[in-house]
Structures are given as C-alpha cells and as structure tokens.
C-alpha cells in the first residue's frame, strides 16, 4: 500500500481512475453490474437521505462499512467502480484524518458494483462495541456522522 499521499490526493481532481482499486461495504445483496446510487438513507447519524455514494480504496474502511451498515442480512464487500467524479470524504478527512490516509471518498454518481470480495475478515467484537458506543455518544451529543 502506498503511503504518498501524492497520489492519493489526486484520483479525485484528475478523475484518473483507471489503475485503482475501490470498495464499497454494505449489507445490501447486489450482483455485478448493479448500480449503488445516491438518495437512500444513510446509515449513520439522523439516517436522512444521503446526497451521496460512498467508497473507499481500503478493505479495512469497507469492512466497517459492510459491519456498521443498518439492516438485515450479513455484511457484504464489493468491488465498484464510479461512473462520474469522485472526492475526498469531508466527513473523516477534513475533521478527523487530515489527508485522507483512509482513502474515502464520495460522489453524486452511481457506483458500479463490479465484484464481490468474498473472504474477508471482520473487526473484533470489542472493537466493533467500541465504534458503536462512539456513534452512540455522536448521536446523544447531536453530532451527524455524515454531513451532505
């Protein structure tokens, strides 16, 4: 994994997507070729519709994605591609990683799920109580995780 945020910071302003690999975690059962699209209700904070479609060029962001997302059924990691611009994720890079080392992003475009990362390994149940409980405590204080 590359630790120059050089680059990092570039896939969204120059589009340049074609070498990057991105993840996408849900609970949602899609199959390749599905689109992910921008204004269902998000899974965090006041669940209010959601501007935009999430993801991440790290299996571990994915992984919380697919654990902490709302509803029934198994998590699920899948392998997407964005069909329009992409940009650095204010709601983790401009508060609370600086630079983006989490590689998350966002788009008003839909993703194209393109695969399915089947063998993955979860977070711990203790680490799992511990994002839980800050969330909880997010909420409590009137925090939104996702700000649109």
Known sequence: ????????????????????????GTKSDLQSGDL??????????KQKQ?????????????TWGAELALGE??????????????EDDPNLTDKKFPGNPTRSYRSRHPLRVIGEVKDW???????LKTMRDHLERLKEMGIEAIED
């Open 1 to 24: 994994m590359k630790t120059d945020n050089t680059e990092e910071k570039s896939i969204a302003p120059n589009n340049d997507l074609s070498s990057q690999k991105f993840y996408h």
């Open 36 to 45: 992910i699209i921008p204004g269902f209700n998000s899974n965090y904070g």
């Open 50 to 62: 959601a501007s935009f479609v999430y993801l991440t060029a790290t299996l571990d962001a994915a």
């Open 73 to 86: 059924g198994r998590g699920r990691i899948y392998f997407v591609e964005p069909t329009g611009p992409i």
């Open 121 to 127: 390994q979860g977070h711990t149940p203790e680490q």
